[in-house]
């Protein structure tokens, strides 16, 4: 990035992860699917590593595999775990899910479900994946309540309700792939505001330098989406699956 030019959008530099949970909600989630002292944990759609690597310094003995088709995420996740010491007990894999597929005893997939194509795929895969004994911590977006019209016009273009489920339909969909659910963490609205805010404050603050920019007509569409759109239905859940 050049001081001329914002920020690309979604580049995540000022959140801890790329979904919406603090520290103290994945301290407790990780200590909960990390109670059976797995040795093997693979994340698709790690993103920049934080859960992975977070997972593997709670697991002494664990050994990780992250795999991510967004390559500057990857190289970020790389440099974090030179930063930690744990670059011996795990590798970074740029590329697809579907390519990378290895059984594990904790597998993660933080909002990345899409990364086997669908739902009902990603939770039969996942599932086909976990070894005997093992856990998944497992979270996505789902409807609070159903959205109005108004609101789905503001989402992403051509949004519609079958885009999410409630949260009972996709309690549903794990139990038919054989889950069974040990945990339940809801992202808090303040998570979900920090998630959000995260992702735009690094282009707002170049904008108060750059005030005449373009980006800003970008950003106010983004502001717009998110409260006239998505924010009062949407919520992200995450499970500890066993
Ligand atoms: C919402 S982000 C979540 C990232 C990470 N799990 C976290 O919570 O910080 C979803 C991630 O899935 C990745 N992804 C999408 N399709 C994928 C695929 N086919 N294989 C691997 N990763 C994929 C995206 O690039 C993105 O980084």
């Not at 669908?118 to 093992?134: I, K, N, S």
């Not at 489920?165 to 998570?191: C, F, K, M, N, Y």
């Not at 992200?236 to 699956?241: C, K, P, R």
């Amino acid at each position: 990035m050049t001081d001329d030019q914002p920020p690309n959008a979604g580049a995540g530099s000022l959140l801890l992860l790329n979904s919406p949970l603090r520290q103290a909600s994945l301290d407790r989630l990780i200590a909960r699917a990390a109670e059976h002292q797995p040795t093997r944990i693979v994340d698709h759609g790690c993103g920049w590593g934080e859960v992975l690597l977070q997972a593997l310094a709670a697991c002494p003995g664990a050994t990780g595999l992250g795999i991510e088709v967004h390559d500057p995420d990857v190289q970020r996740a790389r440099a974090t775990a030179t930063e930690r010491g744990l670059t011996g007990r795990v590798r970074f894999e740029s590329g697809s899910s579907t390519d990378h597929r290895e059984p594990a005893d904790l597998l993660i997939s933080l909002g990345a479900f899409q990364a086997f194509g669908d739902l009902p795929t990603a939770v039969r895969e996942l599932r086909a994946d976990l070894l005997p004994g093992g856990r998944a911590l497992f979270g996505m977006e789902y409807w609070t309540s159903a959205p109005a019209p108004a609101e789905l016009a503001h989402m992403w273009p051509g949004a519609s309700e079958s885009d999410c489920l409630s949260l009972p339909d996709l309690v549903d969909q794990l139990h038919e792939a054989g889950w069974r659910i040990l945990d339940l963490h809801e992202s808090t609205r303040t998570e979900f505001d920090d998630f959000e805010l995260g992702h735009l404050r690094e282009r707002e603050q170049w904008l108060i330098d750059h005030p005449d920019h373009p980006v800003r007509a970008e950003l106010d569409s983004a502001w717009t989406a998110w409260l006239r759109g998505h924010r009062r239905t949407m919520g992200f859940v995450t499970f500890v699956l066993g």
